[in-house]
Every structure is written in C-alpha cells, then in structure tokens.
C-alpha cells in the first residue's frame, strides 16, 4: 500500500522539528557545561561571598527560599482558583470569562512590569524595602495565572464519568474533588509547578527591583539578596567574572534538573497510587 505523499513530507517534517528542537537544548547545554565545569572551584561554594571567590552559595541559598515561598504563596491560591472556575462556578457565566481573561492578559505581561510594579508597591508603599519577601510576593503573582490556567486544564481533563460515579455513591462535590478530581490531575497540576519552578529561579529583571543584587546570606525574610539568575546577570553585566557566571550557569541547570527530576518522581507516585 502506497503511502500519502503529503503524509509522508508531514512526517518527515515533524521528525525534522523535533530533531532540531532537541538538537538545540542539546546544544545549549553541552555548550554551559564545557564553558562552566572546569571552573566550579571548591571557592565558588564558600559561605561568604565577596570579590575573590564570587561564591554562588547565599544565591543557591536565597533561590531555594525564594521559590518556596513564591510557591507557598502562589500554588494554594492558584490551585484554589481553578478549582472554583472549573468545579463551582456556572459554565459560560459572564463572570468566569472575566477571570480567565484577566489570568490570560496577567500571563502575557512583561516581567519587568511585575518588577516596577513590585518596587512601588512592596518596596516603597509598604517599605519592606529590597528584600527577599518583596521578591517572592513579586514571583508569587508573576506564576499565578500559570498555576491557574495549568491546573484549569488538568481538571478539565478529568472525565465527567468520575464526577457522575462520584455523586452516584452519594458523595458530596467537596469530597468528590478532594477524594477523585485532584489525584486524577495531580500530574497536570504538577506541571505547571514544574513551569512556574522554572520561571522562579530564571527570573532576573522582576527581583533587580525587588530583591536586589546583593550576594549575601539572609538574616531574615526582609533582608536583601540575589537569586542565581540574578548574581549570574551580575557577574556576566561587570566583565570581570564571565567564569564564574559560566559556573553559576552550571549550577542553576543542575538544580532546575533535580527539582524537575523530583516533582517528576511525585508525580509518577500519585499517578501509580
């Protein structure tokens, strides 16, 4: 049996994307890593930070307080919302529209309008002045509408069967999320804490006016602090410690790897269990 002409070039192309697609990442990181590794020096992992060593640790150390938080503060309230949108409020009600219109245009805003909007608010309203809390409620409402449209979709693609099954054995809508809807969408939902992982630790325009730069260990959540993303920024901006930055490269790719390698690791649990 002969095979479709235009099939035959669609999937040639199609295999050709994707080739190309993983070529590419494959390039970009081979290329991190043979520029980065030979300079992950014992000083680059010294506790204090200063012109000598450009330690990456208080980065490595505020990236992971600052994505906890971000998510702390994001992933209820983003979850929550998508719940309401897709398991209470009316289909096609004018309102839920609103809500996904606006969750949409928040998602295509720049990030350095997340960062003015940060420092007048956070920074200079409230005064909590550059600070790790001020960058993490800057994050947290960067990666809502992510957290929300994601996990929308997740719940949406539950089958009604197991709502129908559900309420057929008697249990409440409350029950039936908690107990079948969220254990069925748990991968989905997971995926775009993946994402909004991934936009948290490489963001650097929002926390420069949030945060600051400043490479140092935190004393509490008020005191000011670089992420990795944005001590890399600063070390490649000065020209003085492009080895270094190359390292810090290395290093965020390797944490981005294992927090994905993780939420990968749970997610294959819930879906198992």
């Not at 410690?241 to 294959?268: E, G, M, P, R, W």
Request: glycine share 8%; proline share 4%; charged share 10%.
């Amino acid at each position: 049996m002969k095979s479709d002409p235009l099939s035959l070039v669609l999937r040639c192309a199609v295999r050709l994307a994707a080739a190309t697609t993983a070529a590419l990442v494959l390039i970009i990181i081979g290329y991190i890593l043979f520029k980065g590794i030979p300079h992950l020096t014992p000083s680059l992992f010294e506790w204090q930070s200063n012109s000598k060593n450009a330690s990456v640790m208080p980065s490595i150390v505020n990236t992971l307080i600052m994505t906890v938080m971000a998510l702390v503060i994001a992933t209820p309230l983003g979850i929550s919302s998508a719940i309401y949108l897709v398991e209470y409020a009316k289909r096609g009600s004018k309102w839920v529209e609103l809500i996904r219109l606006t969750t949409e245009t928040l998602s295509g805003i720049p990030s350095i309008v997340y960062g003015l909007f940060g420092y007048l608010f956070f920074v200079i309203t409230l005064g909590w002045n550059y600070s790790l809390l001020s960058g993490a409620v800057t994050l947290a409402i960067m990666i809502l509408p992510l957290v929300i449209r994601t996990t929308e979709e997740a719940l949406k693609s539950v089958p009604d069967s197991y709502r129908e099954a559900s309420f057929g054995l008697g249990a409440g809508r409350l029950r039936t999320v908690l107990k079948i809807v969220l254990p069925s969408a748990v991968s989905g939902i997971l995926a775009g804490v993946i994402l909004s992982v991934g936009r948290i630790v490489g963001e650097t325009a929002a926390l420069i006016y949030t945060a600051g730069t400043i490479a140092a260990l935190p004393q509490n959540l008020l005191s000011s602090g670089s992420t990795l993303s944005v001590h890399m920024y600063v070390l490649a901006s000065e020209g003085l410690y492009l080895d270094q930055a190359y390292a810090t490269a290395v290093v965020l790719l390797c944490i981005v790897l294992i927090i994905n390698f993780i939420a990968s690791a749970i997610a294959n649990k819930f879906a198992k269990g």
